[in-house]
């Protein structure tokens, strides 16, 4: 049978316009494709200049591209170009443990941060995450595809080799014992923050940080209490000389035994230095030298001490609680300290059940009843 020129001349361009944007430096530009996403969800927004009629034929083209173009190891993927913060800054997440499935606070940090921030991407970096989404779709592992749904949350190994690079921690990295480390993950963590933020800029959070409110980029620590700042939410452009003061104090001056010595305390003596003072409330709500010292009310609403507040039952009143966190954009639930506090969220009537309903209503509804 003849076949139409016409029909062999669109199949041509259905194909090539889809294979060749895979390729580096491809010269044809027939489609334009934006990833938001990593591994199977580098599809999740596209953009075709004329295929965009259906989705999901296109869709699962794409799934056999992937197929094709993947490497032998089914746990390796065909390198695309997926949103890093090296090109797009944005708001990240470490995971320094090797936990796949999170808990449901760390999950809820992740997800109310990108509903906040939906023209943001969301970066989670998962030490023990291998970069291939489609190996951690079974039950066991339900954080990893929850969290990959959400358009602009992109889930990325933490490689600490390769981030501590080029910076003063590479040696530190290298000497340190971590079976020897009372504080292990936490130090590890203090330490990818201060590297994430000098090598990419951007926002660090910690994955007990639950959003409420949009952020914006800029340079800011904020107070945990009275003349002390703390390190679990974060803002800094790149290469910022405070960065890079904290990344000196840390390895010159480490101490891995002493609780908070290379967090709290660290962020509290380099900006005390920073500033030229020893009484840091005088620069609360104010910039000192391009950075914003935010009062506690931004981030930690309710003090380490009384962190058992948020999880005390029948305290739901909307109108209450949106009046006392009217000035919150994120809230610090304190981890290290209620992390070994077994509670059922649902029902309770708390503020935690207030905060996951209405921030991450995602993690939510996978909550246990």
């Not at 041509?12 to 938001?36: C, D, R, Y």
């Not at 990818?192 to 914006?216: F, H, M, N, Q």
């Not at 380099?270 to 950075?291: A, Q, R, S, V």
């Amino acid at each position: 049978m003849r076949r139409s020129p016409k029909l062999l001349l669109f199949f041509l361009i259905l194909v090539f316009g889809i294979t060749f944007p895979l390729w580096p430096n491809s010269p044809l530009k027939v489609v334009s494709i934006s990833f938001h996403g990593y591994g199977t969800n580098y599809y999740k927004h596209l953009r075709l200049d004329e295929l965009t009629n259906n989705l999901a034929k296109y869709r699962n083209r794409m799934n056999l591209f992937h197929q094709i173009f993947s490497r032998d190891d089914p746990n390796h993927l065909v390198s695309l170009k997926a949103p890093h913060p090296s090109t797009e800054p944005g708001i990240m997440f470490v995971q320094t443990s090797d936990e796949l499935n999170p808990s449901p606070l760390a999950k809820c940090a992740v997800e109310s941060a990108a509903r906040r921030n939906p023209n943001k991407t969301v970066y989670y970096f998962m030490k023990g995450f291998n970069g291939n989404i489609s190996a951690y779709q079974k039950p066991e592992f339900n954080a990893i595809p929850l969290l990959s749904s959400i358009p602009n949350v992109v889930i990325l190994p933490l490689n600490l080799d390769e981030l501590f690079s080029s910076t003063r921690l590479a040696d530190w990295y290298k000497e340190v014992d971590p079976d020897m480390e009372e504080y292990w993950i936490y130090v590890l963590s203090d330490a990818c923050r201060i590297a994430l933020l000098w090598k990419y800029g951007g926002i660090y959070l910690d994955t007990d940080v639950i959003s409420l409110k949009p952020l914006e980029f800029q340079n800011f620590i904020c107070a945990q209490s009275e003349n002390g700042a703390n390190g679990a939410a974060l803002g800094f452009t790149r290469s910022h000389s405070f960065t890079e003061m904290c990344l000196t104090d840390y390895v010159e001056n480490y101490d891995g035994e002493a609780w908070g010595h290379q967090g709290p305390d660290l962020m509290t003596r380099m900006l005390k230095k920073w500033c030229e003072t020893d009484n840091l409330d005088n620069f609360l709500d104010k910039e000192c030298k391009g950075i914003l010292y935010l009062s506690s009310n931004w981030f930690y609403p309710i003090p380490y001490t009384n962190w058992e507040k948020y999880f005390e039952r029948d305290r739901w009143n909307k109108n209450d609680i949106e009046n006392e966190f009217s000035k919150t954009s994120g809230a610090h639930i304190w981890n290290f300290l209620s992390g070994h506090y077994e509670t059922q969220i649902k029902g309770s009537l708390s503020l935690m059940e207030y905060f996951f309903s209405k921030y991450c209503p995602s993690t939510y509804k996978s909550l246990p009843k």
